[in-house]
């Protein structure tokens, strides 16, 4: 490791090794940090069998929404996660699907009534499927329904790391004091930077250990991760096809017990297309099959530049949370989410194409009830 340094001082040309600063991020580092080993808790929240992969569904007619269902059931997926703002019909839509041979996840927004959904269910009793919602309290009689907390929405605002964890533990911690036994899913975007992505996850593991250990309760707790849209562009195919695969490896290596890929156009697109669908089947197969990452759950035991990054993380989200009322956290969180899109807006403010804003793509879910934002040529 001396070798090493003293190596980097030559190429550097300097005794002194510059300091690094994340400014997305927040987070400085230098050199010598990937030489400290720092305390790192034993994993009990990450994953220790193989990653589930789910192909995203975000249903909205029930003509596209099976159309894009069959495609991908025929092209070899081995999960289903569908999302929809009006329940579709359910007794067409899961027409001929073989539910023995997959997992199935519905994943609803706070707004959506579940009542269609727990009927069909009471019905046809379908094999490993599996309802989730992001309703914090639900009738006695509906114990088996799944609490979802969607990361993945503060990561699609423009969340950095550390915002996108607070958003988490700031609905955890209050969720876990109501001491629930259902079980709980924590939704987590990935986004550009690989190390400070797979920190993330090893932060998440270390925060919800501490906060379950506040509370004292213990409940089944699932991270999943999902590939996103936010730095995806409308230009250049190969782009998103890198980033994907860079993204879904990272879900894979990161311990997440899940990892869905959404189409990279979803944001944008008017109409369902059917290769970006195939591209983020394929992903999966690839890295499963030809880099055989299904074998392996976690490879990142040991890594010193991911323990400080994840360190940093676990004691930036510790300070907000215990500095902050939740009556102001939401405004505080939301008004930290903009400063970091500046900052990204004004990192490719060079690039010559323009840059997407708001206005030019869906509706789709953000933080606190707002739209995503979408970022061209990150």
């Known amino acids: 490791m001396e070798a090493w340094i003293e190596q980097l001082k030559k190429e550097y040309k300097r005794q002194d090794l510059p300091e690094f600063f994340n400014q997305i991020e927040g987070i400085s580092y230098s050199f010598l940090d990937q030489t400290k080993s720092l305390t790192a808790w034993e994993s009990r929240c990450l994953n220790t069998q193989k990653t589930a992969t789910y192909a995203f569904h975000h249903i909205e007619d029930l003509h596209s929404a099976r ?8 092209h070899g997926c081995d999960g289903i996660m569908l999302t929809w703002d009006e329940t579709p019909n359910l007794d067409q839509l899961f027409k001929d699907v073989h539910f023995e041979y997959l997992q199935t996840i519905v994943c609803l927004p706070r707004k959506v009534d579940l009542t269609p959904v727990l009927q069909w269910m009471n019905r ?14 639900l009738p006695i009689s509906h114990p088996s329904v799944g609490y979802v907390i969607s990361g993945f929405d503060a990561y699609s605002s423009g969340a950095n790391a550390w915002q996108e964890l607070a958003y988490v533990c700031n609905f955890l911690e209050p969720f876990l004091a109501n001491k629930s036994s259902r079980e709980v899913t924590l939704e987590m975007g990935i986004g550009e930077n690989l190390v400070v992505e797979l920190a993330k996850f090893r932060a998440l593991d270390w925060l919800v250990q501490a906060i379950c250990e506040k509370q004292q309760h213990y409940p089944s707790i699932r991270i999943r991760c999902k590939t996103g849209w ?24 990161s311990g997440a017990q899940e990892l869905c890929i959404t189409p990279y156009d979803f944001a944008y697109a008017t109409s369902a297309d059917f290769v970006v669908r195939r591209m983020a089947l394929n992903t999966v197969h690839i890295l499963e099959n030809e ?34 009322s939740s009556e102001n956290f939401q405004h505080q969180l939301q008004q930290e989410i903009e400063n970091t899109n500046q900052l990204r807006k004004q990192q490719i403010s060079i690039s010559t194409e323009p840059i997407k804003e708001a206005n030019d793509f869906k509706e789709i879910s953000g933080v606190f009830g707002g739209i995503g934002v979408y970022f061209q040529n990150l």
């Not at 159309?67 to 025929?74: F, G, I, P, R």
């Not at 046809?124 to 309290?137: A, D, Q, S």
């Open 67 to 74: 159309a894009n269902l069959l495609h991908d059931l025929s």
């Open 124 to 137: 046809n009793h379908p094999n490993n499927f599996r309802l989730e919602t992001g309703i914090k309290e």
């Open 230 to 253: 936010r730095n995806k562009t409308s230009y250049h195919v190969n782009d998103n096809q890198i980033r994907q695969t860079v993204e879904a490896m990272c879900g894979f290596i």
């Open 291 to 324: 880099a055989e990452l299904k074998d392996k759950k976690s490879y990142i035991n040991g890594s010193f530049i991911v323990q400080h990054h994840a360190h940093w993380l676990c004691d930036k989200v510790w300070s907000v949370l215990n500095s902050t």
